[in-house]
């Protein structure tokens, strides 16, 4: 059984009874000592998309929003996706550490009919404990709907659906075993009534 402990805190999704605004994917590639594009504005549940072009380099948060999650990733032929969502509204300025001239930002606003509590999501891994190989999620609905959580590996492809139901409002608690994946980075995905939350993982 893998060595492995992950706990997915915080996954949260407020429907409102307004017009609902689909999540969007912004790309960002890491190349020629540069972030391209530089600066771009999204709002809250869309995915900033890190893609490898080359060299060796991180995507690293330097100023961001109060509560927003911190990220600090690899980008390298062996790390060369790299997704992040932000919850919190505000401008995210990143850099890359092994860099400090690749420095870039982009700027977040709320969505329409999307709101965002300001808590942080978190990985916690415990590597020392063999019995623990599950993940933990979390996660909080304002409105009844139908909710999909599924799995994808590094290069997009469906590996595994967890959750397919309808639920009603509340909050929610969720165990899948992870103890049949293969070792590498995978992206959890949660969607309810055209809203989208997606979070990696690794698995090692």
């Given at each position: 059984?893998?060595?492995?402990?992950?706990?997915?805190f915080c996954f949260v999704l407020l429907?409102?009874?307004?017009?609902?605004?689909?999540?969007?994917?912004?790309?960002?590639?890491?190349?020629?000592?540069?972030?391209?594009?530089?600066?771009?504005?999204?709002?809250?549940?869309?995915?900033?998309?890190?893609?490898?072009?080359?060299?060796?380099?991180?995507?690293?948060?330097?100023?961001?929003?109060?509560?927003?999650?911190?990220?600090?990733?690899?980008?390298?032929?062996?790390?060369?996706?790299?997704?992040?969502?932000?919850?919190?509204?505000?401008?995210?300025?990143?850099?890359?550490?092994?860099?400090?001239?690749?420095?870039?930002?982009?700027?977040?606003?709320?969505?329409?009919?999307?709101?965002?509590?300001?808590?942080?999501?978190?990985?916690?891994?415990?590597?020392?404990?063999?019995?623990?190989?599950?993940?933990?999620?979390?996660?909080?609905?304002?409105?009844?709907?139908?909710?999909?959580?599924?799995?994808?590996?590094?290069?997009?492809?469906?590996?595994?659906?967890?959750?397919?139901?309808?639920?009603?409002?509340?909050?929610?608690?969720?165990?899948?075993?992870?103890?049949?994946?293969?070792?590498?980075?995978?992206?959890?995905?949660?969607?309810?009534?055209?809203?989208?939350?997606?979070?990696?993982?690794?698995?090692?």
């Open positions: 059984m893998k060595e492995i402990y992950l706990s997915f429907i409102s009874n307004t017009k609902q605004s689909k999540a969007a994917t912004q790309s960002v590639l890491v190349t020629n000592f540069a972030f391209t594009p530089a600066s771009f504005a999204i709002n809250v549940g869309d995915t900033v998309l890190f893609l490898w072009g080359n060299g060796t380099h991180t995507t690293s948060s330097a100023t961001i929003p109060i509560m927003a999650q911190p990220w600090d990733a690899p980008m390298s032929m062996n790390s060369p996706v790299f997704m992040y969502v932000p919850t919190v509204a505000g401008t995210y300025d990143y850099v890359c550490s092994f860099h400090p001239s690749m420095v870039a930002s982009f700027t977040v606003s709320s969505a329409t009919g999307l709101a965002s509590i300001p808590s942080p999501v978190q990985i916690m891994l415990n590597s020392n404990n063999p019995v623990l190989s599950d993940l933990n999620i979390d996660f909080y609905l304002s409105n009844c709907g139908m909710v999909k959580i599924d799995l994808f590996n590094i290069i997009g492809n469906h590996v595994q659906n967890y959750v397919s139901e309808q639920l009603s409002a509340g909050f929610y608690k969720r165990t899948i075993t992870v103890a049949e994946l293969t070792k590498g980075i995978y992206f959890l995905e949660m969607q309810s009534q055209g809203n989208r939350m997606t979070k990696r993982i690794v698995i090692q």
